[in-house]
T-cell receptor
Framework: GIQVEQSPPDLILQEGANSTLRCNFSDSVNNLQWFHQNPWGQLINLFYIPSGTKQNGRLSATTVATERYSLLYISSSQTTDSGVYFCAVERRNRDDKIIFGKGTRLHILP | ETGVTQTPRHLVMGMTNKKSLKCEQHLGHNAMYWYKQSAKKPLELMFVYNFKEQTENNSVPSRFSPECPNSSHLFLHLHTLQPEDSALYLC???????????FGSGTRLTVV
């Protein structure tokens, strides 16, 4: 099956810093989503981004489908950005489920 | 609120108890999912329902019993659970053919 690898696994930053999270996937996909799981467990959809670049406030994401990776950028980090960031993909031979990476745990220090 | 509502938010149950988790969505989605998230493990897909029909059961033990009475509601019935079943249980929904998944807030289950 398809492999989804996220890096780094853990990241500790000072408030105000910028960060880049990476997601590599081993096969062609027709959907990619980035989620943020807050400390209370809720998974919030950040971006649906099978290709191209999108921006939403301090967050932006870029997916290069031909090279099988996606990047999530967080600028001017805030303590509320802390949590786990998951990348999830759907495979080209769609079978109605998504595959999650193991996540990047981000901790923003005040 | 994401549009997918899960209840209860927290549940503590003994190994001999029977309880149910509930998930509800009014987004017009036709597919619903149960995921399990244990400490320091990736999200594990448990069950998939498409138009009320179960299309996937990922080798889940029979002590977990899903029910999908309609496209808007999904239940997970629990009985004789083990302490290792303690985890965060997440429900999600999607509209087949239009990508993107929406998750509920989860139920944090503790089995004692």
């Amino acid at each position: 099956g398809i492999q989804v690898e996220q890096s780094p696994p853990d990241l500790i930053l000072q408030e105000g810093a910028n960060s880049t999270l990476r997601c590599n996937f081993s096969d062609s996909v027709n959907n990619l989503q980035w989620f943020h799981q807050n400390p209370w467990g809720q998974l919030i959809n950040l971006f649906y981004i099978p290709s191209g670049t999108k921006q939403n406030g301090r967050l932006s994401a870029t997916t290069v489908a031909t090279e099988r990776y996606s990047l999530l950028y967080i600028s001017s980090s805030q303590t509320t950005d802390s949590g786990v960031y998951f990348c999830a993909v759907e495979r080209r031979n769609r079978d109605d489920k998504i595959i999650f990476g193991k996540g990047t745990r981000l901790h923003i220090l005040p | 609120e994401t549009g997918v509502t899960q209840t209860p938010r927290h549940l503590v149950m003994g190994m001999t108890n029977k309880k149910s988790l509930k998930c509800e969505q009014h987004l017009g989605h036709n597919a619903m999912y149960w995921y399990k998230q244990s400490a320091k493990k990736p999200l594990e897909l448990m069950f998939v329902y498409n138009f009320k029909e179960q299309t996937e059961n990922n080798s889940v033990p029979s002590r977990f019993s899903p029910e999908c009475p309609n496209s808007s509601h999904l239940f997970l019935h629990l009985h004789t659970l083990q302490p290792e079943d303690s985890a965060l249980y997440l429900c999600a929904s999607s509209l087949t053919g239009i990508y993107g998944y929406t998750f509920g807030s989860g139920t944090r289950l503790t089995v004692v």
